[in-house]
Every structure is written in C-alpha cells, then in structure tokens.
C-alpha cells in the first residue's frame, strides 16, 4: 500500500508541476 501510495504521489506531483509550469509559461506569454 505505501508504494502504490508513494508512486501515486509522485505521478501527482509531476503531473501538478508540469501544470504549474505550463500556466506559468501561458502568463509570461500573454504579459510579454
């Protein structure tokens, strides 16, 4: 359970960064 839990975890946070990353990208685009 704890390794299913800890992978999950990762692919989560991957995932939300990827999407932090991308938006933030989007917003230097849109200002510049």
């Known amino acids: 359970?704890?390794?299913?839990?800890?992978?999950?975890?990762?692919?989560?946070t991957g995932s939300a960064v990827r999407c932090a990353r991308g938006f933030n990208v989007s917003n230097y685009m849109a200002l510049g």
């Open 1 to 12: 359970m704890s390794r299913s839990f800890l992978n999950f975890y990762i692919v989560f």
